[in-house]
């Protein structure tokens, strides 16, 4: 779901988008170096995905290897 509406369906829910951080969209590739490295986020006791609340950028370690960056979208955007 990441690569054709940028989301999941948690992501819907609370209004985030998955983008790059270079503007382009988000490619099969891109997608999925952000899931393998997601695994490895978790594999690492779950560090990984903790690393957000730390970061001024506020990445995880999955966003920082792909490239990402998850943002809030306005009210009123349809991410459907």
Do not use: N, Y
């Not at 503007?23 to 779950?46: E, K, N, Q, Y």
């Not at 690393?51 to 306005?74: C, L, M």
Request: include cysteine; charge should be positive; charged fraction near 20%.
């Amino acid at each position: 779901m990441w690569m054709w509406k940028g989301t999941t369906i948690g992501g819907i829910v609370c209004s985030l988008k998955v983008v790059r951080e270079d503007g382009r969209p988000l490619d099969f590739t891109v997608a999925l170096v952000r899931a393998l490295a997601a695994v490895f986020s978790f594999v690492a006791l779950g560090l990984g995905f903790f690393w957000a609340g730390w970061s001024p950028e506020r990445q995880s370690w999955h966003d920082k290897i792909a490239g990402t960056v998850i943002v809030k979208v306005p009210k009123g955007v349809s991410l459907i």
